[in-house]
């Protein structure tokens, strides 16, 4: 992704080799800051305050966590207890436990002289392969986006909702929800987004304009309830949305409001796709309530953040003192009101049987 004219991924080691840099999405869009992560508490702490969020980029935040740990210490106490310590910082999002487990499983039988090294090594790959396989959630997605606009007459703009932020920031690079989108506008399909604000913390509102805006895509930010008229009206011809965890029945956990999106979609013959990587399938699990949904601070719905206009990012109460609130993340949308999985390896009906014929190796 292309930033004042230079790139960057999410996350990337700085000058000195071990610390972790990463954008503080706190901040966006008003303020571009970087934050140099150079503890496990540290990297916790970024997850569970949402420095960094999506769920591939909270998988790629904690294998650097666990990464720094072992540069401290790498004994196998230290390793589990940097092991739960990241695991406890947000519960939803399937890539946190997926990418713990992968660094966890490559350095634990080594000496540990050698874990720190080794760990840097993978948490690097498995940042180069989370660029390789968005990229490929693109093009499968790009196919997808082109079939609809024929279908639709190819005559005008490919009018697309998303909610929340699935794009660059919210893995390493490209995104799911959105790679196939920057694909479409790179290669000449004519889109327009609908973008969900995304309350309570406004990620689509924050995050996913910004991200167009920088790409040049062509946008329209919506409060989360004009989805309903947008797309009773005709002005919708497709949503895409990431995920946290989706189970190995095709069940779709993701940011809270998808699931209205979802209904309407079905109600108005609105195609709902949903894209991934196959690290946010839960294999576990197939039921969607046994999903655990994250309850974030009430604070989040009571207050707001902006920028006032002596050009400060401030805070401000929306509710009247005293008023209770309640802040569930995440909702799970049922694999029947998705109409299909966009993976790296193709596109797939959301059913069980869907999915494992991408993934016959899964378990
Ligand atoms: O609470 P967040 O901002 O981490 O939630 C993010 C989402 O819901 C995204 O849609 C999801 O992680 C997919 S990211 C590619």
Redesign the pocket.
């Given at each position: 992704m292309q930033i004042h004219g230079r790139a960057y991924r999410s996350i990337w080691l700085a000058e000195d080799g071990w610390r972790v840099q990463v954008i503080d999405q706190t901040r966006l869009p008003h303020e571009f800051r970087i934050a140099t992560l150079d503890s496990v508490q540290a990297a916790a702490q970024a997850i569970r305050d949402?420095w960094v969020?999506?769920?591939?980029l909270?998988g790629a935040t904690a294998a650097y966590g666990l990464c720094l740990a072992l540069r401290q210490d790498s004994g196998d106490a230290s390793l589990a207890a940097a092991a739960r310590l990241l695991l406890d910082t947000r519960p939803t999002?399937i890539n946190l436990r997926w990418a713990v487990e992968r660094l966890q499983r490559v350095v634990a039988p080594l000496p540990p002289a050698e874990r720190a090294a080794a760990a840097y090594a993978e948490a690097a790959r498995l940042c180069d392969e989370d660029v390789a396989t968005n990229a490929a959630i693109g093009e499968h997605g790009l196919a997808v986006l082109r079939e609809r606009w024929r279908e639709l007459g190819g005559e005008r703009p490919l009018r697309i909702l998303t909610h929340?932020?699935?794009g660059w920031l919210?893995?390493v690079d490209w995104?799911?929800?959105l790679a196939p989108i920057y694909k479409a506008h790179d290669g000449g399909l004519p889109v327009m987004v609908w973008v969900d604000e995304t309350r309570p913390?406004n990620?689509g509102a924050a995050l996913t304009a910004w991200e167009l805006g920088a790409h040049g895509v062509p946008h329209q930010v919506v409060a989360d309830n004009a989805g309903g008229l947008l797309m009773q009206r005709g002005e919708v011809d497709l949503c895409i949305?990431?995920?946290?965890r989706t189970t190995r029945c095709g069940d779709v956990c993701?940011?809270i409001g998808t699931y209205l999106k979802a209904l309407a979609a079905r109600a108005h013959d609105v195609p709902f796709y949903v894209a991934l990587p196959g690290s946010t399938i839960d294999w576990t699990l197939c039921a969607g309530a046994d999903i655990p949904i994250e309850e974030r601070s009430p604070r989040e719905v009571t207050h707001i953040h902006g920028k006032n206009p002596q050009g400060r990012i401030t805070e401000v109460q929306l509710t009247p003192d005293g008023s209770p609130a309640r802040n569930p993340?995440f909702d799970v949308t049922p694999a029947a009101l998705v109409s299909g999985l966009i993976t790296e390896r193709g596109v797939c009906p959301a059913s069980e049987a869907g999915l494992r014929g991408l993934y016959p190796e899964a378990t």
């Open positions: 949402m969020r999506g769920a591939p909270i999002a929340c932020n699935a919210a893995t995104g799911t929800a913390r990620q949305v990431g995920t946290d993701n940011k993340a």
